[in-house]
């Protein structure tokens, strides 16, 4: 399907790590698609957190989440991950995965065509 599907969240304490993963199979090949992570919480708008480019080589992140966050993908399993380490509270929101038509890399939530309907995290102080 075209339409990314997240897993991976859940409940985790301060300092700890999660995996979360996005599946986008279906529709124009996923190997052409620039991949996206957002995040959003009750009240605020939703904010960029990572993004990568259809071959893996070009990444971006929030300044918010440098050092601590990494977006990798396995084109042969259709799959973007988010490895998020050394988790803090305020990291607690709603993931959603975002797909692109385009492969290069983007941070607004604009350049991209499909959406998740998003994991939640919840990072216990």
């Known amino acids: 399907q075209v339409q990314p599907v997240e897993s991976g969240g859940g409940l985790v304490q301060t300092g700890g790590s999660l995996r979360l993963s996005c599946v986008a199979s279906?529709?124009?090949?996923?190997?052409?698609?620039?991949m996206g992570w957002f995040r959003q919480v009750p009240g605020k708008e939703r904010e960029f957190v990572a993004t990568?480019?259809?071959?893996?080589?070009?990444?971006a992140y929030a300044d918010s989440v440098k050092g601590r966050f990494s977006i990798s993908r396995d084109n042969a399993k259709s799959t973007v991950y988010l490895h998020m380490n050394s988790l803090k509270p305020e990291d607690t929101a709603v993931y959603s995965c975002?797909?692109?038509?385009?492969?290069?890399?983007?941070?607004?939530?604009?350049?991209?065509?499909?959406w998740g309907q998003g994991t939640q995290v919840t990072v216990s102080s």
């Open positions: 975002a797909r692109r038509r385009w492969g290069g890399i983007a941070t607004s939530e604009r350049e991209y065509d499909w």
């Open positions: 279906g529709g124009n090949t996923f190997s052409n698609s620039g």
């Open positions: 990568i480019s259809w071959s893996g080589g070009s990444t």
